[in-house]
């Protein structure tokens, strides 16, 4: 059974910045590419940044390109996003997952419990 511990969500004001930690269970990141994704009451869950298993190669949705970044420390089994210059519209349950491949929701099986960001002023 996979768990992840997430951690690093809160309050920061508009422009400010937050990094997200998921440390996963059994060596995962050694079997599976890693992703973030984000849900905003009221709206469904969305792709914000994936990261491949080997190649560590990274997608980003269009709304964080250039101030969001994820990346992986596989020694560590844990996956991050910085997230800079936050805007208000970045609020959202983040979520980080597990999956074999791809950069859709539905690609990924394996999910974290989530961790809330608010933006606000």
């Known amino acids: 059974q996979v768990h992840f511990v997430e951690s690093g969500g809160g309050l920061v004001q508009p422009g400010g910045s937050l990094r997200l930690s998921c440390a996963a269970s059994?060596?995962?990141?050694?079997?599976?590419?890693m992703g973030w994704f984000r849900q905003a009451p009221g709206k469904e869950r969305e792709v914000v940044a994936t990261?491949?298993?080997?190649?560590?190669?990274?997608y980003y949705a269009d709304s964080v390109k250039g101030r969001f970044t994820i990346s992986r420390d596989n020694a560590k089994n844990t996956v991050f996003l910085r997230m800079d210059s936050l805007k208000p519209e970045d609020t959202a349950v983040y979520y980080c997952?597990?999956?074999?491949?791809?950069?859709?929701?539905?690609?990924?099986?394996?999910w974290g419990q989530g961790t809330q960001v608010t933006v606000s002023s």
């Open positions: 990261i491949a298993r080997f190649t560590s190669s990274t």
């Open positions: 059994r060596g995962i990141f050694l079997r599976y590419h």
């Open positions: 997952a597990a999956g074999s491949a791809g950069n859709r929701v539905d690609d990924y099986d394996y």
